[in-house]
């Protein structure tokens, strides 16, 4: 497939808004989220986008009970929605630098404060679960067609030269360690090898790293390290290996394919150490609502400011960017996220 090569550039930052809310607009504001059921909404919408059918599960109401309560939240502007398919997903509204958005980030953080009552944990642990279970059927039952599915959309060789751009202006440390999530069949574990001292790849399909494994042997890559999991073993890698953090961190078209990006950028800023980068190669936002099935997608990719507030609301800041339109009506940014140093 061919593609435009794109100009290298950073994300781009907006202007503050001082724009004043009137009392009667903040009046209305408060009692959109003078609900206990609200907040307990927005406090699951923290991380996660979720369709109506999955929250009204979480807090076991009708269908037509939750859309009610959305929709006043959407009109209030607590609340954004993203269409998936034929579906509406919900995510917290982003925090614009304006007097509401100061409210709004207030009114998130006192939420976040409070704990969810056990039993709608345990329906929504359910739920990501399913999202998980039905993600990792996908490569289990096709992984010997994964170079083919993956070629409907963007494989490794069409987005290979922006990543290896980027890659190699990047400046490590001596013995530095990386990490690649979702290694696929292993191809850019070859330049992350002669790059780092130690690569670890991570990845919770038996079947796909086991491909990447037979990779790394026949490019006799011998400091590889192969896990099977997801992030939240990432402790557990680091110790065997006697290390305390990570220097670089790849992810390349894997968030689309995960339950919970935004958990994803929580777990892995935890493990980076100071000045470490994390590179991500993603799809943006589209309505090819055919790669769930074909590709086993769990999200029409991704608008980049959803990466941005991901990433900064795990610590991270945002680096370079390049941003590119394939002829098959994709598109796909490779985004720098970098883990302030501390002085």
Not at 27 to 51: H, W, Y
Request: charged fraction near 20%.
């Amino acid at each position: 497939m061919n593609h435009m090569n794109p100009p290298l550039i950073s994300v781009e930052s907006h202007s503050p808004s001082t724009e004043a809310m009137s009392i009667h607009d903040v009046g209305t504001f408060l009692k959109a989220a003078g609900d206990p059921l609200r907040l307990q909404i927005l406090r699951i919408l923290e991380k996660d986008s979720f369709g109506v059918l999955e929250l009204a599960h979480v807090f076991e109401m009708k269908q037509s009970g939750m859309s009610h309560h959305l929709k006043v939240l959407l009109n209030a502007g607590f609340v954004a929605t993203r269409k998936e398919g034929n579906s509406v997903f919900y995510r917290r509204a982003l925090a614009d630098d304006s007097p509401k958005g100061w409210l709004l980030r207030d009114i998130f953080r006192s939420i976040d404060l409070c704990h969810l009552e056990s039993e709608a944990l345990s329906r929504l642990t359910h739920i990501r679960e399913e999202r998980l279970s039905s993600s990792q059927a996908f490569f289990t039952q096709n992984s010997e067609k994964f170079r083919e599915q993956q070629d409907l959309i963007a494989s490794y060789p069409v987005y290979q030269e922006q990543v290896n751009l980027l890659l190699n202006a990047i400046s490590t440390r001596h013995h530095a360690i990386a990490l690649e999530i979702g290694p696929g069949e292993g191809e850019f574990l070859a330049p992350l090898s002669r790059r780092f001292h130690q690569v670890l790849a991570l990845d919770n399909s038996k079947q796909m790293l086991e491909q990447a494994r037979t990779f790394a042997t026949t490019q006799s890559l011998n400091n590889i390290e192969l896990y099977h999991g997801d992030t939240t073993v990432l402790d557990e890698a680091l110790a065997k290996i006697g290390a305390t953090g990570i220097d670089f961190v790849v992810a390349n078209m894997v968030l689309h394919h995960t339950p919970s990006p935004a958990s994803i950028f929580q777990e892995v800023s935890q493990v980076m150490n100071p000045g470490a980068t994390w590179m991500v190669t993603e799809l943006c936002h589209h309505d090819q609502a055919w790669a769930r099935e074909s590709c086993g997608d769990v999200w029409l990719g991704f608008e980049p400011d959803d990466l941005t507030h991901w990433a900064q609301s795990a610590g991270l800041s945002s680096g370079e960017g390049i941003y590119f339109a394939l002829r098959n009506g994709f598109q796909i940014q490779i985004r720098q996220f970098i883990k302030p140093s501390t002085t």
